[in-house]
């Protein structure tokens, strides 16, 4: 006698060969002739391509705009990025600190990344093997490569790679490296494509990756990671320029006031102030009492005419607010280039408890720095794979930067163990399924395994020990 299933499947399957033994069903099994017919009309109403639709798609344009940064062009600001890493303390600083936090060293001190391999024991050992010639090829170490592409994404907004095959295309024969600011990106059809300047034709999509950080609008580009802060930069140069200044001025000991009469027309050699020359013989009048006084600074006296007064003005009650006007800015500089006072050295506002609130943000700026980096990287090393017919995957892994509130966080942890402990002897079973859930774990895998410890524990038999001699 046949079971339900097999009749319908006698009924789906008329012919000789129809399977007579019953088997799991699967979704397709449950599918009706009237569902698939709804399936069938609603793909019918799908649209064959893209509806949506860009600046690109127009007449005028064929290319997408890499669009601007405030009143910047991309190349411009770009530029001054880069530039201010190399001539600026804080913005070089806060770059290498970013860069140590996504890719620290082993604690051993060698370079804390390595490629980890997917796949069967025999397949992970030969793509160890190629994996190790290729980067043994490579004009830059893989920590360095790593290093080059966060400090890609922090002055120039993503990192772009080519990594090209050798003639036979067996595999990888090097890496290069694209600045974005040199990249276009256009549409051909409903294709992107990557234009490098100076190229008359597109990078291949199956060599060439670009992972942009920052994206915004239409701009896939990506953003700098420091852009917001080039304007209060430049802020801080004008104000070191004018501190500079002022410190000239305090190595001079005072500020100078010199009172002169004005001189009359005839005294200056014209005839009337009306007189093309009167002004310039004017400033040169004045110029020639400035020359006479900052000259005899040095001396400590001065000799003038009669009727003209100096003035000394001691500069050092008067500077007082430069600092703070510094400070206000630098807060801003630091904001912009995703860094904290604290990293900077300025210590004294800074608590352990706020250091342990605002220290991940900073680490989360890394750490989304390094997933663009990786992304162009495995995309290398996974490319070289299939052209050399290996079927395993790489990816790269990160030594994890030291915890510097671990000793709290272990004192939290146990006071927190010590806690659940009491309340599991309290709420018994529904507690710990929750403190489970919370901790990260599977509460039904936890309590199982409770439940297995206690039938695996020895229950002492009832009287004592049995072969205890005294028990005679």
Known sequence: ??????????EKYPREDAPTRARSPTRATFLTPQRQLANAAQSRQLPRGRVSRTIADGGWTWFWSPGLYGSRSRREAIDLCRQATVTSADASGAMQDLVALANPPAPDGTPGVRVEFEGSDSAKARAAREISNLLDRLHLPLHELVNHELREVYQAGGCGEEWYPNRSRTGVAGVELIPPEELTLRRNGD????????????????????????TRGRDELGTPAMIAALT?????AAITLGIDKVIRLIGQGIFLEVGVPKPKPGELGVESEDDPDYAAALADYYAAYLDTVTSARDLGVAAVEDGASIKSIPLTGNVGGLSNLEEMNALKVWSGLLTQPFLRGKLDSTTQALAEVIYPITLAHAFNMRQTATRSLEFGLNLHLRLSGIPARASLAFQEPPNPFRLDHANAAKAQAEVDEKYAQLYGEPY??????????????ILRARKKRAAQAPTPPEGGDTNDETAE
């Open 191 to 214: 294709q992107r494509e990557f234009w490098q300047d100076g190229n008359d034709r597109p990078l291949h999509p199956a060599t060439f990756v670009y992972t942009p950080y920052g």
């Open 232 to 236: 209060e930069l430049e802020r801080q």
């Open 1 to 10: 006698m046949q079971t339900p299933l097999q009749r319908i499947l006698a």
């Open 432 to 445: 710990i399924a929750w403190a489970a859930e919370r901790d990260g774990f599977d509460p039904q895998e």
